[in-house]
DNA sequence: TTGTATGCGTTATCAG
DNA sequence: CTGATAACGCATACAA
């Protein structure tokens, strides 16, 4: 059976001493290049791995970050756009030695707030993923000294990586101001409870005036994140025919694909009748029918930047200024738009 | 700030022994019931919690479950099926105060096995979310004394859960006979490398004959897992116009949803001209015109009896008798099927 | 350059 | 019932 190996018995084996196994390990201190040669190779040949606890236990780095990822009623990893991001992230991070470990409220009886659970597993960093505003222990977690990214969430203390929501809505006015030539627009948002939503919404109210383009309506808010939210809000945006828009901007594709259903179940051919155009492109925006002209989010760049700023943060935990980067993001322009 | 808590220090500060600390915190050994309840009162106001990383250099249990999601090119986490039973399987588990470490193949500098990262991180138990066939590392992992399941691969000595997929096929052949009461049919299958696939394509020879159905063409295999080749493959299927079937059962939605499309760009009528059937009801399914009448395979329970059956092998790691469990699916019906 | 000793924060085994 | 004390496996300052 594989006998339990530690430096101890291999420094035995070895003929020399277990701190001399530890440097040759760590690279650290001064050994002979003949015996690091030794050592290394003895390591390699009978599979030893240092026991991470132990060194967790010892030195202060766990070379892990914890991970905040807010989940609706069961949904989560399941969520695409998120989930694509944290994969982006967790690819980059593992390369560079780190380990992804979920944070969770209750650990077994006892109930952790993130900040306990943070100093208990002694995690290097945190990366949330996507929080949520009304949760309180996110704020004691990100004023603590512990290293914090986000790519969702907007919070003083906070280093965050978005991408440049006002630009994407840019990118739509030109688009209908120069390509479409349209004048009569309205808009579907998300909930409010979405920092990135109301950023969008901002924008479009500014560019709208700017541009000088007339709403139809409101901006009617969905009142979920998903398909249906958006199937639902295009009926409520259509009751009086007589407003009807040229275009139809909605603040994510997942509810864009329930308004493009909704209009469909209504007979309103798009883009003939009415335009619609989302923000995100999720996979599925391209095969769906008409597929979606909507605003692209990188969402590789998102993940990478995120745990690259992190990672920054992680090795020198002095620069503690806040800081915020947005990424740009572009038009794809696809079946659900079409100059007259 | 905060100082740091040790079950010395607290020890100290009620003039106790760390042994007495360390007894109420885990629940053994004989305490008094007054000293345990000012000890407990006494850690709830400072805040105090205990290190992980000494705890689990002492202890053997790690309370952590490794993770294997093997990804293909960056997709992973983003495939909406495997992360949702991921996402059943995290919530459980972390309720009995189980945490999800992803075993990762090259810690920093170091490339490492499967079973060394296991024996490394020294964790409780692994969960194989997607595994490869072809991946080695996986087979020596599963043949160690670590305890092990899956809801995705077969392997001697690897308990599994999974889907009834003879009995939903049988299923979807029931309602084609009873219901639709069609004759000719076909199959597109996804890559051969899939287990499953592999199960429902048996289970569709057997059952054509079964039932005397007649097959229009040899069963065609997708390339690959997604939208674009089941695209691709219902215009292979259908190169031969004289062979059209009634209706095309496809493995997956993923690739389903792909067929559908491409039947829809050839200006093939679905229900009307040729019907289809799916397997999974992933969350598009239902929102896709038309709708995908499919095999729903109930995820939760894939999640959740996933993490039953490995807290059961962790706890008693003695059982090393394989297990299958197959769990039973449903039918589905929606737009893309329709009685004649 | 190499070896030794100590501590990291727990748990567990003994005595008291 | 409670208090010392020895591991757990490694890193590191220090001595050789």
Same mark, same amino acid.
């Given at each position: 059976?594989? &006998?339990?190996?530690?430096?101890? *018995?291999?420094?035995?084996?070895?003929?020399?001493?277990?701190?001399?196994?530890?440097? +040759? #390990?760590?690279?650290?201190?001064?050994?002979?290049?003949?015996?690091? $040669?030794?050592?290394?190779?003895?390591?390699?040949?009978?599979?030893?791995?240092? *026991? *991470? !606890?132990?060194?967790?236990? $010892?030195? &202060?780095?766990?070379?892990? +970050?914890? #991970?905040?990822?807010?989940?609706?009623?069961?949904?989560?990893?399941?969520? !695409?756009?998120?989930?694509?991001?944290?994969?982006?992230?967790?690819?980059?991070?593992?390369?560079?030695?780190?380990?992804?470990?979920?944070?969770?409220?209750?650990?077994? @009886?006892?109930?952790?707030?993130?900040?306990?659970?943070?100093? /208990?597993?002694?995690?290097?960093?945190?990366?949330?993923?996507?929080? /949520?505003?009304?949760? $309180?222990?996110?704020?004691?977690?990100?004023?603590?000294?512990?290293?914090?990214?986000?790519?969702?969430?907007?919070?003083?203390?906070?280093?965050?990586? #978005?991408?440049?929501?006002?630009?994407? +809505?840019?990118?739509?006015?030109?688009?209908?101001?120069?390509?479409?030539?349209? &004048?009569?627009?309205?808009?579907?948002?998300?909930?409010?409870?979405?920092?990135?939503? *109301?950023?969008?919404?901002?924008?479009?109210?500014?560019?709208? @005036?700017?541009? @000088?383009?007339?709403?139809?309506?409101?901006?009617?808010?969905?009142?979920?994140?998903?398909?249906?939210?958006?199937?639902?809000?295009?009926?409520?945006l259509l009751k009086k025919p007589e407003q009807k828009p040229e275009l139809i901007m909605v603040a994510s594709d997942d509810i864009a694909l329930g308004v493009l259903k909704g209009l469909s179940d209504m007979h309103i051919k798009v883009p003939e009748d009415i335009q619609v155009v989302g923000f995100d492109d999720i996979a599925f925006s391209k095969?769906?029918?008409?597929?979606?002209?909507?605003?692209?989010?990188?969402?590789?760049?998102?993940? @990478?930047?995120?745990?690259?700023?992190?990672?920054?943060?992680?090795? /020198?935990?002095?620069?503690?200024?806040?800081?915020?980067?947005?990424?740009?993001?572009?038009?794809?322009?696809?079946?659900?738009?079409?100059?007259?």
């Amino acid at each position: 059976m594989n &006998k339990k190996r530690t430096i101890y *018995n291999i420094a035995k084996e070895l003929d020399l001493a277990p701190g001399t196994i530890s440097k +040759v #390990i760590n690279n650290t201190g001064n050994v002979s290049d003949s015996t690091r $040669k030794r050592v290394l190779a003895y390591i390699k040949k009978v599979g030893y791995v240092p *026991n *991470n !606890s132990a060194r967790m236990l $010892k030195s &202060k780095r766990t070379y892990t +970050v914890g #991970i905040v990822f807010t989940e609706e009623s069961d949904v989560g990893l399941e969520h !695409s756009f998120f989930s694509s991001i944290l994969q982006h992230f967790k690819t980059f991070v593992e390369v560079q030695g780190y380990e992804l470990s979920f944070i969770v409220k209750k650990l077994g @009886q006892h109930e952790l707030s993130y900040y306990e659970w943070c100093m /208990n597993k002694r995690v290097d960093g945190v990366y949330i993923v996507v929080g /949520n505003y009304d949760d $309180k222990g996110l704020y004691e977690l990100v004023e603590s000294s512990i290293p914090a990214v986000s790519t969702d969430m907007l919070l003083p203390k906070l280093h965050t990586v #978005i991408s440049d929501n006002d630009q994407g +809505v840019k990118l739509i006015f030109d688009y209908i101001k120069e390509e479409l030539k349209l &004048k009569n627009i309205a808009y579907i948002s998300g909930p409010k409870s979405s920092k990135a939503f *109301n950023e969008r919404v901002d924008a479009y109210h500014k560019y709208t @005036q700017e541009y @000088q383009l007339n709403q139809t309506s409101e901006v009617i808010y969905a009142d979920s994140f998903g398909f249906t939210s958006g199937y639902n809000a295009v009926y409520k945006l259509l009751k009086k025919p007589e407003q009807k828009p040229e275009l139809i901007m909605v603040a994510s594709d997942d509810i864009a694909l329930g308004v493009l259903k909704g209009l469909s179940d209504m007979h309103i051919k798009v883009p003939e009748d009415i335009q619609v155009v989302g923000f995100d492109d999720i996979a599925f925006s391209k095969h769906f029918t008409p597929s979606l002209t909507t605003i692209r989010q990188d969402r590789k760049l998102l993940g @990478q930047t995120a745990a690259r700023l992190l990672i920054e943060l992680m090795d /020198n935990p002095n620069k503690d200024v806040s800081e915020i980067v947005k990424l740009p993001v572009e038009l794809v322009i696809r079946e659900s738009t079409r100059k007259k």
